[in-house]
């Protein structure tokens, strides 16, 4: 059975931090590129950071590039992302997207960026 399950949501004030973590199973995770998309309310899922499946290439959306970071440990199946810097506009519920042959989707975590 596959599973992607995001953890490391929450409220956090505006210039803080947070990381989220996306734990894999079911599937050879070293064979996927992974990705952190968004959305926030009443707007589209949007791509937020992508890292190859060996992890040697990186992509971000210009939105975050310099604040987020994204990382992977395939020994331990996970993706990160940590976000620096967090502004209001980056509240949204993060997804954790794996891709090779099949693509798989997490459940969701919120993240909210208020004073």
């Known amino acids: 059975q596959v599973q992607l399950v995001e953890s490391g949501g929450g409220l956090v004030q505006p210039g803080g931090s947070l990381r989220l973590s996306c734990v894999a199973s079911g599937f050879t995770f070293s064979l996927y590129a992974m990705s952190w998309y968004r959305q926030a309310p009443g707007k589209e899922r949007e791509l937020v950071a992508t890292?190859?499946?060996?992890?040697?290439?990186?992509n971000y959306a210009d939105s975050v590039k310099g604040r987020f970071t994204i990382s992977r440990d395939n020994a331990k199946n996970t993706v990160y992302l940590q976000m620096n810097s967090l502004k209001p506009e980056d509240t949204a519920v993060y997804y954790c997207?794996?891709?090779?042959?099949?693509?798989?989707w997490g459940q969701g975590t919120q993240v909210t960026v208020s004073s």
């Open positions: 997207h794996g891709r090779w042959v099949r693509a798989y």
């Open positions: 890292m190859s499946s060996g992890g040697g290439s990186t």
